[in-house]
């Protein structure tokens, strides 16, 4: 099982940026690991997901493209860099890992297994 800390969340005006830091603590060597969200009343959707063996393999949820950028480190380190954050966005932000190969990042929360604790994001006005 994956150990996953997120860090980073916080409060910002619209318009502005945050970075979330996901440490994984354990193998994640081929799997896929993602963000996902939940605001209050909401069931929780995928937002970005990557595959840790070639993290040029990406896929983002459409209310996100363009504004939100996933990456990994080679320190096992997954990161969220939010840009032009709307107050849509606010919601609590989790790391997560599929086990197995990724074949393919998906954004489907079933598929995964090992989960966050989460980190706020809150946009105001």
């Known amino acids: 099982q994956v150990q996953l800390v997120e860090s980073g969340g916080g409060s910002v005006q619209a318009g502005g940026s945050l970075r979330l830091s996901c440490k994984a603590s354990?193998?994640?060597?081929?799997?896929?690991m993602a963000w996902f969200r939940q605001a209050p009343g909401k069931e929780r959707e995928g937002v970005a997901a990557?595959?840790?063996?070639?993290?040029?393999?990406t896929r983002y949820a459409d209310s996100v493209k363009g504004r939100f950028t996933i990456t990994k480190d080679n320190y096992n380190i997954l990161y969220l860099q939010m840009d032009s954050l709307r107050l849509e966005d606010t919601a609590v932000y989790y790391c997560?890992?599929?086990?197995?190969?990724?074949?393919?990042?998906?954004?489907?929360?079933?598929?995964?297994?090992?989960w966050g604790q989460g980190t706020q994001v809150t946009v105001s006005s």
């Open positions: 997560a890992v599929k086990g197995g190969i990724c074949w393919l990042p998906s954004l489907s929360a079933s598929e995964y297994g090992s």
């Open positions: 354990g193998s994640t060597l081929r799997s896929c």
């Open positions: 990557i595959d840790s063996e070639s993290v040029g393999r």
